[in-house]
Structure formats: C-alpha cells, structure tokens
C-alpha cells in the first residue's frame, strides 16, 4: 500500500479544486494549476479534501502511481499557495547573469553570451551572482533552473560554472598535484 495515497490530502482554505474529467484543477492565491489524471487512478473530493484511489492496490504499476499523483496533488496545492523556487550561483571570475524582461543573458567563460528565454509561468531573478528562479509548478521550475545550469556545468578542476546554491562542488587535484604525491 502507498503510504502517501492513502491519506487523504486535506484543502489550505483559499484553495479551490475541481475534476474536469480527466483533469484535476487546483487555483490558489498564486495562480491555477491543472494535472491530467492518469486512467487507473480515481481522484475523488470528499468534504475538504482530495482522496486518491487505484482500483488494484497490489499492481506494481497502480501502487507506483497511487503515491506519484497523491504527492504532484500535494505539489499543485503548495504551488498555488506558496510557491517554488531555485536559486543558481555562477561561480567564476566574471561570470555574470542580466535580466531583460524575460530573457535572461549569460556572460560564462564563452566568447558569445548566451541568451535564455524564460517559458511562461516562471520568473527569474538576478542578485549579484545568484539567480533566482522561482514558479508556481515546481516541475517547470526545477526544469528552467537544469537547463540553465546545463549552459556551463560546474567543472571539477577550478569548480567554475553554474551551480546550485546549495551543492557542493569536490574539486579534484590536477595531474601535477596527482604525481607529486604518490
């Protein structure tokens, strides 16, 4: 049994939630967002809460997307209510970002800069060398946030490049470092 689907996931006040018939559509202080629901999963609203449901609690495939659309409900819901952010760090001597409406433009170590149109639903923002991505869809947000970083991905020897704010860049020693110590 999915320990997620089988609670039922109770509604903030504010929040409003409607099944459209393969759809769920939750709207918030923040925005709307709207899931297609998969067919072997039944959502259903009770009182002031959402209930998932599978009808073969004992299929793999049925159990794995019990949980799967129980947790992206409980991520719509935090979504239009709080929202989701990320946050990049560019790590390098002048390496920079500039935001222009919603293209952003980065100067990495390239002899181009390097223009990034921001999709709809996102907005970005530039404090010194980190930017700021934040959205009501947290999947399109950790989504904008990887490709950015896969312009110019950190690099094990100087740790430049873009980089998560909180992850941990382990530099290696270069070949000289390597010989001299065995």
């Known amino acids: 049994m999915s320990r997620l689907g089988k609670k039922p996931i109770s509604m903030p006040s504010g929040v ?83 935001l222009n409406g919603n293209k952003i433009t980065l100067t990495v170590g390239f002899s181009h800069l390097v223009e990034f149109i921001l999709p709809a639903g996102v907005i970005a923002a530039v404090d010194k060398n980190i930017l700021t991505i934040t959205g009501i869809d947290k999947q399109l947000v950790g989504e904008v946030a990887a490709k950015i970083r896969r312009i110019k991905k950190p690099e094990p020897y100087k740790g430049t490049g873009i980089k998560y704010a909180d992850e941990v860049i382990h530099i290696k020693p270069g070949k000289r470092a390597a010989a001299t110590t065995s």
């Not at 559509?25 to 002031?48: F, R």
């Open 16 to 98: 409003e939630t409607k099944i459209d018939q393969d759809f769920i559509i939750i709207k918030g202080k923040k925005g709307e967002l709207k899931q297609q629901i998969h067919p072997l999963v039944k959502i259903s609203l009770i009182d002031n809460s959402v209930v998932v449901d599978v009808d073969n609690k004992n299929d793999k495939l049925q159990k794995s997307l019990w949980g799967t659309f129980a947790r992206l409900i409980m991520n719509m819901i935090t979504g239009v209510t709080v929202g989701f952010e990320k946050k990049l760090e560019l790590v390098g001597v002048g390496y920079r970002a500039t």
